[in-house]
């Protein structure tokens, strides 16, 4: 089998270096990168992708072999019917490592072709760090980084209003953009450098929040041989992602015009800061806020991946009550789009070649059932004047999820050292009377550092999780959950 390179690829289209794109992760490669090819293929965007590893071990080497060529296989559900296409990404020409080739790295930031900044440097890349300078080469964090990058770049044109840059992030953490501007300016207060620089940031640079939505198992590591074959290369950058994608990005009209994904038939969209808010809250409610509130009730009930629970007919059912009748109504919006929305999100879920186990969709449940089902529940409260069974149910099954027992398997539950140590005290507490697994629930719903509140507050809350934990113990997950359906 040949190797992927461009001399063994054919001919192949040239474009400047116009993106310098932080993060050579599958992610990236699956999502912003395939977006650059179809701008490149359908509105003449004529840009290609210099890629930075943010740390210093990572794939440039391996990137660099292949010339920056990769296939990208999109899997998974459109309009009811099985998808799965491949596709030759050619818009990467290369991956710098700024830790051994600085110059290069420099280089590549002041050339006066840079127009973008693309990043995803992990939920840990945008955050604060003690003790850089701007002579680091480089600085060790992505905001240092930053900010040196674009002083460089301020001082090489001469705070040109032209050669500002584009910052478009897309790590994992609400508003993110607006995080990495406020670290860069107070890194360059900290390096005092003058007031000519952050004016040059306010007027000619934007830095955009976004929100992001695909599924990118990445490399099929296990059946990358049936892959490479299907290509006929030696392929070992092969990224796997589902069909659907969206991307929601918080930018100015002017930034829209030069970066005009949403005119190349891509699922992205260019909105204010009200109105991102809304369509996060509405995902986090929707898609994160049915997973969340699934899992528990599914790895109790014997399920391990989120597609065989969709295909049990009382499991699936139970999730589309719980979205139809519990989450749904209780966002504010048009509830027609919000519906459809939520059956999108659900046939998703039936991905046959996506495997999502619930015990990696759990980790830190505890939080994430905070931020994203417990508002649901709190405006069900509100509008209804009562708890809904699903939700109850679902929060039970949380408690019971953390006893780390799935009837006589053991598995470990990850999630912060005082929620486990919370935990481990309950269950090891628990008597077995009913008196002690009402204690056992009033202490887990009155930890208001998770739950940013006291959950025994809530008419009627705590009686609903006792008496659904209670039926969980006695006839297991899954009978619990059939009594709930409608």
């Known amino acids: 089998m040949k190797p992927l390179n ?19 992760g599958n992610f990236l490669r699956a999502f912003v990168d395939w977006m650059i090819q179809r701008m490149n293929q359908k509105v003449g965007f004529n840009s290609s992708v210099a890629i930075v590893q943010p740390i210093e071990q990572g794939l440039a080497d391996m990137i660099n072999k292949q010339d920056g060529l990769y296939h990208l296989f999109l899997e998974g559900m459109k309009d009811g019917a099985v998808v799965k296409e491949s596709e030759l990404i050619n818009c990467v020409t290369r991956c710098l ?74 790590e994992l953490i609400e508003n993110n953009g607006d995080k990495l501007k406020e670290y860069v300016l107070r890194h360059a207060a900290d390096w005092q450098l003058e007031a000519g620089f952050t004016e040059w940031l306010e007027n000619s640079c934007s830095f955009c929040s976004t929100l992001v939505d695909r599924i990118v198992p990445g490399f099929p590591r296990e059946t990358v041989k049936e892959y490479q074959a299907e290509v006929g290369f030696e392929d070992n950058l092969i990224v796997v992602g589902e069909y ?82 519990d989450i749904v109504p209780n966002i504010p919006g048009d509830q027609e789009y919000l519906q459809k929305f939520s059956e999108k999100i659900l046939e998703r879920f039936y991905n046959p070649f996506i495997r999502h186990p619930w015990l990696t969709i759990s980790l830190n449940s505890m939080s994430k059932w905070e931020t994203r089902v417990l508002p649901s529940l709190l405006d069900a409260r509100k509008n209804t004047g009562s708890i809904p069974p699903r939700l109850a149910l679902s929060l039970a099954a949380l408690l019971a999820f953390y ?84």
């Open 403 to 486: 006893r780390g027992k799935r009837n006589e398997e053991s598995y470990d539950c990850k999630d912060n050292a005082d929620i486990i140590e919370l935990y481990d005290k309950v269950w090891s507490g628990y008597d077995g009377s009913p008196q002690g697994l009402r204690q056992l629930v009033e202490t887990v719903l009155g930890y208001e550092k998770n739950w940013k509140m006291d959950l025994n507050a809530i008419d009627g809350l705590t009686d609903a999780v006792t008496e659904k934990l209670g039926r969980i113990l006695e006839i297991g997950a899954y009978e619990a959950m059939k009594e709930t359906l409608s």
């Open 6 to 24: 461009r001399a063994t690829a054919g001919d192949l289209p040239n474009y400047p270096e116009r993106i310098i794109q932080f993060g050579e």
């Open 244 to 325: 659907y994608h969206n991307w929601v990005i918080k930018a100015p009209d002017w930034v829209a015009k030069e970066f005009p994904a949403d005119q190349a038939g891509l699922t992205v969209s260019f909105v204010n800061e009200e109105e991102q808010r809304k369509i996060r809250d509405q995902k986090v409610r929707i898609l994160n806020g049915s997973h969340t509130g699934t899992m528990a009730v599914a790895y109790l009930s014997g399920f391990d991946t989120v597609r065989e629970s969709m295909e049990d007919e009382a499991l699936g059912k139970f999730v589309r009550q719980m979205l139809a009748q």
């Open 97 to 170: 490592n700024p830790y051994s080739q600085y110059a290069e790295y420099q280089q590549l930031f002041e050339s006066p072709d840079v127009r973008f900044v693309i990043s995803n440097t992990t939920e840990a890349g945008i955050q604060w760090a003690e003790g850089e300078s701007l002579d680091m080469e480089p600085q060790k964090s992505f905001p240092g980084k930053m900010t040196a990058l674009l002083y460089k770049r301020f001082q090489k044109f001469e705070a040109a209003a032209d050669k500002g840059l584009i910052v478009i992030c897309c």
